[in-house]
């Protein structure tokens, strides 16, 4: 879902602006992502593969987020598309109204990280 470059921080006469807020906030995600994927690698190279079922648990869990954002962004540019965003599942997401499961799960997933790299570190 990475914004037009061309339009990046720079919205068009008739754009939705929560949109491209969204798409705009994701592209930071992604940087991030891009950054930690490096260093996994350089992880995985210097440790084995001890953290690859960390990562495919928050690679999976960063999908949840951007499957939600995508249906809500899909769902403000397109009348058609109102029925891919699910208020209760992806709403709650998106907004923080599932009692914090999404950002538990995610804290769960980053001490699994400090628990497999701390040991490393003291070496």
Known sequence: MPV?????????PGDD????AYETRWNFVQSARSDLAVALVEG???WGDE???TETELSKHITKLYLAIKHY???RRDANAQDLFDQ???GALI????NDEYYKKLDEIIRS?????KPHLKK
């Open 73 to 75: 962004v899909a769902s």
């Open 17 to 20: 602006l929560a949109a491209v």
């Open 4 to 12: 037009d470059p061309d339009k990046q921080g720079n919205p068009q």
């Open 44 to 46: 995985e190279v210097a």
């Open 88 to 90: 209760q599942k992806d």
């Open 95 to 98: 907004w923080g109204n599932d």
């Open 113 to 117: 990280f400090e628990i497999i790299i």
């Open 51 to 53: 953290l690859k079922a």
